[in-house]
């Protein structure tokens, strides 16, 4: 009963509620605490503090978020920085190769077209000089009178100018090298612009030397000749006492030992040496044609040589000053040379005479004429009929008495005659 009645007892302590006293001066409170609202305290302090806790944990957990995502940002950020950099730099490197390869075929092009602007400029004195050379005998007529006479000294079949520059820096020749790099099972090569350019410049600048190489060896055979033809007339010029006019063709007088043409030197040289060949030739030329080397009565038998000889009309021995052509009346006259008629009319046993002036002291006269064409101061060209034959003057019947006088002294004309011959076989 005892043990039981104490349990009770304790029951009914454990059950009375807690009452919460508040006093304020006078006034005093009582708070009964029930257990209940214990339990809710305690889950709103619990909610408290587990809503501080995960909101304190969400703001650690959200910074370090985005600190990360930041960090992530700022490395994609130099990733990309680094990309750009590095394409910028190989930007940069393409460009320096482009302005490269345009300065290369810039530098290739000006070395073509000054070439190019050489030739063209040879090209107009070439073209000079084979007009010349036309005139002197040569070169054939079908050669030299071509549309482009500097043609006539270039190679068969190589490319004049240079108007396939421009397709081949194109890229025509790419096309041929990309297929043959197909053909053999290789993946084809592009080429630059600049090696594109090198193999150009390096095809035209060997077909511009072989061209250089032709016309040099041509225009050194033409001036081989033209030296080779001036030397046999001025040697025919000299045996005869007629020295030639070296400043009738505006050059001085030259000379030395003979000795063969460097082919090292430049074509501009050669052209030079062909000129210098050309003025020779010129020159003997024009001397040779103002000289009396014609037939005055070419065809025309000589009937009474130069010398000592019985006079027609005397019978006594006497000086013949010249040589007489058989002639019938009337027969035309031509002068053996250029020159000037210094007398045309009667002129006392000559009868009807012309005489012309050849220079350097060498003169012509042409007697016992029927009828003169001339009159004096005229010029005449060699082979030009300056009268008709006949019988005037101390004469027996119709000829030709033809002198030829150096420095006023009779000389023997069949001199000139042969050497005449001998000029017509070199100039021709």
């Known amino acids: 009963m005892t043990k039981t009645g104490s349990r009770k007892g304790f029951s009914r302590r454990q059950r009375q509620p807690h009452v919460l006293i508040l006093a304020s001066g006078d006034t005093i409170r009582h708070m009964t605490l029930r257990p209940w609202m214990a339990g809710a305290a305690l889950g709103l302090v619990a909610a408290a503090i587990t809503g501080y806790l995960g909101a304190t944990s969400y703001l ?27 394409l910028r730099a190989q930007v940069d490197r393409v460009t320096s190769r482009q302005l490269l390869d345009q300065q290369v075929v810039e530098e290739k092009l000006q070395t073509l077209l000054e070439k190019q602007m050489a030739l063209s400029a040879r090209s107009g004195k070439l073209g000079t000089l084979l007009d010349r050379a036309e005139d002197s005998g040569l070169m054939p007529h079908e050669a030299a009178s071509a549309p482009d006479k500097a043609a006539a000294l270039e190679p068969s079949g190589k490319t004049k100018g240079l108007p396939v520059l421009s397709r081949m820096l194109d890229g025509a020749t790419a096309d041929s090298a990309e297929s043959e790099g197909s053909a053999l099972g290789f993946a084809p090569v592009r080429e630059s612009g600049a090696d594109r350019a090198d193999r150009v410049f390096r095809n035209v600048t060997l077909s511009l030397k072989t061209i250089e190489q032709q016309q040099k060896s ?19 010029l000299t045996n005869n006492g007629i020295r030639v006019d070296t400043e009738a063709a505006g050059k001085d007088a030259m000379g030395g030992p003979l000795v063969e043409a460097d082919p090292k030197l430049g074509l501009d040289t050669s052209l030079d ?156």
């Open 60 to 86: 650690v957990m959200r910074d370090n978020l985005i600190g990360a995502s930041m960090a992530r940002q700022a490395m994609l950020q130099h990733e990309y920085e680094d990309r750009i950099s590095a």
């Open 273 to 428: 040496a062909l000129d210098g060949a050309l003025n020779r030739l010129e020159a003997a030329r024009e001397t040779a044609k103002d000289m009396p080397f014609a037939n005055p009565a070419a065809s025309h038998e000589i009937t009474s040589p130069f010398g000592n000889r019985p006079d027609p009309l005397l019978g006594r021995l006497a000086m013949h000053t010249g040589i007489d052509f058989r002639a019938s009346n009337g027969s035309p006259v031509k002068s053996a040379g250029a020159g000037t008629v210094v007398t045309a009319g009667p002129t006392g046993g000559y009868g009807n005479m012309v005489e012309i002036d050849h220079g350097q002291g060498v003169t012509t006269r042409y007697g016992h004429m029927s009828k003169i064409l001339v009159q004096a101061g005229e010029k005449v060209d060699p082979g030009q009929v300056v009268g008709l034959s006949g019988s005037t003057g101390r004469s027996t019947g119709p000829h030709l008495h033809y002198e030829i006088r150096k420095n006023g002294v009779p000389i023997n004309p069949t001199g000139f005659l042969a050497a005449g011959l001998t000029l017509q076989s070199v100039i021709q």
């Open 218 to 236: 041509n225009i050194l055979n033409l001036t081989a000749e033209a030296s080779d033809k001036a030397s046999a007339i001025e040697s025919v």
